[in-house]
Each structure stands twice: as structure tokens, then as C-alpha cells.
């Protein structure tokens, strides 16, 4: 099994997209996580986007091949330190080779 990471950034429209693919053979389901520090705020969530914000900024992830849900995690500030956070965890399910993708808006 082999897992391929793509990042493509078009700094001038302010979009970055992610592409994980993973070969091989067999029915498997891959994940992508995206640890969200403890400051980020979830605004709006649709069935494929969701709309974060930290102070005055905002950005937007759109799964562009797979779905989208949440998971608990959490924020190490410092040594000996934890403090609880969300998880962005997209997936996609499939015979292999899988691609699971999402596009960011900033």
C-alpha cells in the first residue's frame, strides 16, 4: 500500500487543495485529519463544507471527493499542558486506489 499527498496552491485566488491517495489493492477507508487549534470557531456546517473562523479571519473547506465529520482532540500549548479541540476527519471509502480531497478557502 502506498499513500500519496498533493498540494496544489493558487495563492492569487486564495485556494489550496489537498489530494491523499492511497493504492493498492482491496476495499479499505482512508482518512484525512485536519487538528483545528483550540481558537477555532465552527460557523456554519453543510453536508459537504463547513465554515471556520479564529478572530476576524475565515476560511472554508469544501470535501471535494469524500465526507466529512468531527472528532475530539486536543491542543498541547506546552509541555504537561492539554487543552480539549476538534478534529476534522474527511473519509472515503472504496476499492483501491482511493482519493480523498478538499479544497480550502481563505
Avoid: N
Avoid at 7 to 30: F, K, L, M, N
Avoid at 31 to 50: K, N
Avoid at 73 to 84: C, S
Amino acid at each position: 500500500m502506498t499513500h500519496e499527498r498533493r498540494i496544489s496552491i493558487d495563492a492569487g485566488g486564495q485556494v489550496v487543495q489537498v489530494e491523499d491517495t492511497v493504492a493498492g489493492r482491496g476495499q479499505h477507508c482512508i482518512e484525512s485529519r485536519i487538528h483545528l487549534h483550540p481558537d477555532v470557531e465552527v460557523e456554519a456546517r453543510e453536508a459537504d463544507s463547513i465554515q471556520l473562523s479564529c478572530g476576524e479571519h475565515r476560511v472554508r473547506i469544501t470535501v471535494d471527493q469524500g465526507k466529512f465529520q468531527f472528532d475530539k482532540g486536543w491542543h498541547a500549548p506546552e509541555f504537561g499542558k492539554r487543552k480539549g479541540t476538534h478534529v476534522l476527519v474527511m473519509q472515503v471509502s472504496g476499492e483501491l486506489p482511493v482519493t480523498c480531497s478538499y479544497i480550502v478557502r481563505y
